[in-house]
């Protein structure tokens, strides 16, 4: 089943506690985003990659770290310096070209405690 | 830089009323654009895109928007929604310049369906 799979769906951790959301594809796409979703804010980048062992800081990215060690993969971890990170993370992909749209997995909606 | 203003953030419409959801951009640049739907708790789904050609894109599930270059707008429309059209739907462009398929969103319309 082709697509784009972030895991686990809900979690939960305690302030202070890093914390590492999973996003797996088998689309073969090059490209991969991590956007964080807010209510009445709309997505906003978090960091994002073009191919494998690189990746670029987007519009929000402190808090946040990323690595693109395999291409299928793209995992996101919010750390303790990120001062509110209770929110819904999408992870994203596209073929690295232009005119090409983004394909969004089903998120994960992280909550602190 | 790139930016996308939905000017409604809620939109209440009955069933099987027209409804138009509006998108203006703002760019230095050429620009793609983008309508996607996103249901409760789960991810986002292409709707339609405007990449070239004719102005008037029709997307999936009966949509369909019509980009005006002079009003740098990408306005959504339906003639007739269903209950199952209740979502929150994002307007998004990207930079026709660049390789990096990077998305700029606005924040979100919320359209409710009432019977």
């Known amino acids: 089943d082709g697509g784009i799979t972030q895991s686990p769906k809900y979690l939960f951790r305690k302030e202070g506690q890093n914390v590492t959301l999973s996003c797996e594809q088998n689309?073969?796409?090059?490209?991969m985003y991590w956007y964080r979703q807010d209510p009445g804010q709309g997505l906003r980048l978090i960091y994002y990659s073009q191919i494998v062992n690189d990746f670029q800081k987007g519009d929000i990215a402190e808090g946040y770290s990323v690595s693109r060690e395999k291409k299928e993969s793209f995992p996101l971890t919010v750390t303790s310096a990120q001062k509110n990170p209770t929110a819904f993370y999408l992870c994203?992909?596209?073929?690295?070209?232009?005119?090409?749209?983004?394909?969004f997995g089903q998120g994960t909606r992280l909550t602190v405690v | 830089a790139q930016s996308v203003t939905q000017l409604d953030s809620q939109v209440p419409v009955f069933e099987e009323a027209p409804v138009e959801l509006r998108c203006n951009y703002s760019s230095s640049v050429s620009v793609y654009l983008f309508w996607y739907v996103q249901y409760p708790n789960q991810g986002l789904q292409l709707l339609l895109k405007?990449?070239?050609?004719?102005?008037l894109v029709k997307g999936i599930n009966g949509f369909e928007a019509e980009f005006n270059k002079s009003q740098t707008s990408f306005h959504l429309r339906k003639p007739s929604v269903h209950i199952s059209d209740t979502a929150e739907y994002f307007c998004a462009v990207s930079d026709r310049g660049s390789t990096l398929g990077r998305l700029y969103f606005g924040r979100g319309t919320q359209l409710t369906v009432w019977p």
């Open positions: 405007y990449l070239s050609g004719s102005t």
């Open positions: 994203a992909t596209s073929r690295g070209t232009r005119n090409t749209e983004a394909f």
């Open positions: 689309l073969n796409h090059d490209a």
